[in-house]
């Protein structure tokens, strides 16, 4: 799936911290294949800049394809329903919102 710099850090920051073993297993592997890359690192220019993370977003703007499986796509949409019930969702979930719950 095309998931941008945003998407992908915000993404990191609603997965579950606790669940069963298989959802655990899952979790590890997405939050692996969200991480930046040394390579991404240098070519986004991401930097940590106090609390926020910063990066140049002229730089592979339409994002970058990350493999997620459909148990990971059952607990992202998980996550966000949850974040939509509880009226937590923010402005950087929208765009996650519409590609995994409004598909």
């Known amino acids: 799936m ?13 997965l579950p911290e606790h669940g069963n073993f298989i959802t655990l297993k899952i979790v ?3 939050r692996e294949a969200l991480s930046f890359t040394e390579d991404e690192i240098k ?3 991401i930097k940590q800049d106090g609390n926020q993370v910063v990066w140049n977003p002229a730089v592979n703007p339409e994002g970058t394809n990350i493999p997620v499986g459909e148990k990971a ?3 992202i949409v998980d996550s966000l329903k949850k974040l939509n019930e509880e009226n937590k969702l923010t402005a950087q979930h929208l765009t996650l ?5 409004e598909k």
């Open 2 to 14: 095309q998931l941008t710099v945003i998407e992908r850090i915000g993404l990191l920051s609603i």
């Open 28 to 30: 590890r592997q997405l």
């Open 43 to 45: 070519v986004l220019e």
């Open 73 to 75: 796509t059952d607990v």
């Open 97 to 101: 919102y519409e590609k995994f719950v």
